[in-house]
């Protein structure tokens, strides 16, 4: 016994096609696209409450240490990606700068293009990396509401 073509089962193969399409576009768009990251830095201290892992991604979103997501205003999104701009000749040479003595500070920065480590007092720092150690700063305790 056949059952009458519903009018989904007489339209077009182009047609089916299409809604197929639209169907996975939507339920893939539910939770399962995660914007790209511009950069993770990692940042250590004498003290482990000094220790941070701030992760920055190109829609503004950024997580301490694993946390919830908070959103960065449009200000400093373009300052991110300004400096993720800005480190993609020291990353791609895989920039390291070794702490002098009175070091507070150590940083880990990778982007797309590679890895630059350095230290809050490194000499040779270009000025972008100067300009990511203030962004952690500020991020940390504005967005995500850490001390330091």
Known sequence: MRLPATPLVRAPLAVRAA???????????????????????????????????????????????????HKLDDAQIVRARGIQEDLHDPASRSM???ARAGSVFAYSVRDENGTVTFADNSAGQ???????????LQTAQQACGLPQ
Do not use: I, K, M, Y
């Open 126 to 136: 270009p000025h972008v990396l100067r300009q990511l150690a203030l962004f952690v």
């Open 19 to 69: 809604l197929l399409l639209a169907a996975t576009l939507l339920l893939g768009g539910c939770g399962g696209v995660r914007a790209a990251d511009l950069f993770l830095v990692t940042r250590t201290g004498p003290s482990p409450g000094q220790r941070l892992e701030l992760l920055v991604n190109e829609e503004g979103g950024v997580t301490c240490n694993g946390g919830a997501v």
């Open 96 to 98: 390291r700068l070794p």
